[in-house]
């Protein structure tokens, strides 16, 4: 009961002198604020980022035939590298063959969804009716597309029939289309197309029309007529066309729910595949990367800085909390009157004391309140600017807050310690 008095009696002193209530919190609004408006950009940056690399595949492993050295370094990427110069051709019984991938995928099914497998075929164009395409040939297989955010517009994906078969089918982009066809998607599906490549026609027949994403392209400095665009084929085809050795250089492992940690899963993979098939294999061995020590990398960078930005930024909250000090003392001495009347009236030296350090609490508690408000409205404007959705992080919510009320309690203990130690007939006396 105690309590609520103390609490009214704060409000009613706040609410009489509001000009100086607010001046006094100030400080505090501005720290808090200014903290919150950083954490809340951080917050939604990080987001972003993380969204963006989910994207392309954070949980995704990349798995190759690398040569072995005898110095490695291992970036922050995740990324390893060897130091030796020694180069050794990949011969055919060096690679990855569908034996060993049956392996891999059944001795860990239970944290596989897919294994993408895709080779660059080599790059021509598609010529028809005077009209051109670049165009580079990637054999794919069915599970690619679990790898790869691909947009169907027309048509259909790549079936494993395909591969089975080997079949001359292949999927173009819209880029393609707008070249030969006109545009036309529909009249694009079951139409042969010739690519020259290195002076060499081969043909196909379209199954399926995408949609281009430069996003998910590398840089190009061409036109968007003269881009090249990839089309895709069943890698078996690919594989008949270009009479390419049998194996594989490297795949794409998909990480499913069960997964928790992709750098530790992925170094699992590595250690079965270098220990079960390439233990006696002096030239080769299996390396494996992943996008999550780069996410996870990018992410520490951006909340250090921002942490340390906010650091700064808080310094004001010893500002504020030194305003509070000094109008609680203000208070004091406007009061010291009714501090000796309370005094000479029996009450305690810890109830003059609790009086004054919940009217500082108060006081710093709704000047936090106002700050989180701002804070948050000036980092929701600053995101979006940016181009990112706003996301306030609850922990530096809830830490401004009770951070609100231990300012409120360290500069309102001196003020309220001094009331209470007064002496009732000297305060009694003071005019």
């Not at 509001?18 to 808090?32: A, F, Q, V, W």
């Not at 990349?62 to 990949?90: C, D, Y």
């Not at 060096?94 to 497998?117: V, Y």
Request: aromatic letters at 8%; hydrophobic letters at 40%.
């Amino acid at each position: 009961m105690l309590i609520w008095e103390n609490v009214k009696l704060a409000l009613n002193g706040l609410l009489s002198n509001k000009m100086r209530s607010l001046l006094t919190m100030l400080g505090i609004i501005i720290g808090i604020g200014a903290v919150i408006a950083i954490m809340t950009v951080s917050s939604s940056l990080t987001s972003s980022i993380t969204s963006t690399f989910a994207d392309m595949g954070a949980n995704n492993i990349t798995v190759g035939v690398k040569q072995q050295s005898e110095e490695e370094e291992t970036r922050s990427n995740g990324m390893k590298f060897g130091a030796s110069n020694r180069q050794v051709s990949l011969e055919e019984e060096d690679r990855i063959t569908d034996e060993m991938l049956e392996a891999l995928e059944k001795n860990f099914a239970s944290s596989i969804d897919a294994i993408s497998l895709s080779e660059s075929v080599g790059s021509g164009t598609v010529e028809s009716g005077g009209n051109s395409a670049n165009v580079s040939l990637t054999g794919i297989n069915t599970d690619y597309y679990e790898a790869n955010e691909i947009t169907l517009l027309a048509g259909r994906n790549l079936t494993q029939e395909d591969l089975d078969g080997e079949k001359n089918v292949v999927m173009v982009s819209d880029k393609v289309v707008d070249a030969i066809f006109d545009g036309d998607k529909s009249a694009a599906l079951g139409q042969k197309i010739n690519i020259d490549i290195d002076d060499v026609y081969y043909s196909f027949y379209i199954v399926g029309v995408y949609e281009y994403d430069e996003d998910s392209e590398s840089f190009s400095s061409d036109s968007d007529e003269d881009v090249t665009t990839s089309v895709y084929l069943p890698i078996t085809s690919g594989k008949a066309v270009m009479h390419s050795d049998e194996g594989y250089e490297q795949f794409t492992i998909v990480t499913n729910s069960a997964v928790s940690d992709v750098s530790t899963f992925a170094d699992s993979i590595e250690n079965y595949m270098n220990l079960n098939y390439y233990a006696s294999n002096e030239d080769y061995q299996i390396s494996t990367t992943t996008m999550s020590s780069m996410t996870e990398s990018m992410t520490e960078t951006i909340g250090t800085v921002s942490v340390a930005i906010a650091i700064i930024a808080g310094i004001s909250l010893l500002v504020g909390g030194i305003g509070v000090m000094n109008i609680m003392l203000v208070s004091i001495t406007e009061r010291t009157r009714e501090i000796g009347t309370r005094k000479a009236l029996g009450a305690k030296n810890s109830s003059i004391r609790l009086q004054f350090i919940i009217e500082s609490i108060i006081l710093c508690l709704i000047g936090g309140l106002l700050g989180i408000i701002l804070g948050f409205g000036l980092g929701a404007i600053a995101a979006s600017v940016l181009g990112y959705s706003a996301s306030a992080p609850v922990v530096a919510i809830v830490g401004s807050v009770l951070f609100s009320m231990v300012i409120g309690v360290f500069f309102g203990y001196y003020p309220a310690n001094k009331a209470a130690k007064m002496n009732p007939i000297e305060a009694l006396r003071y005019e």
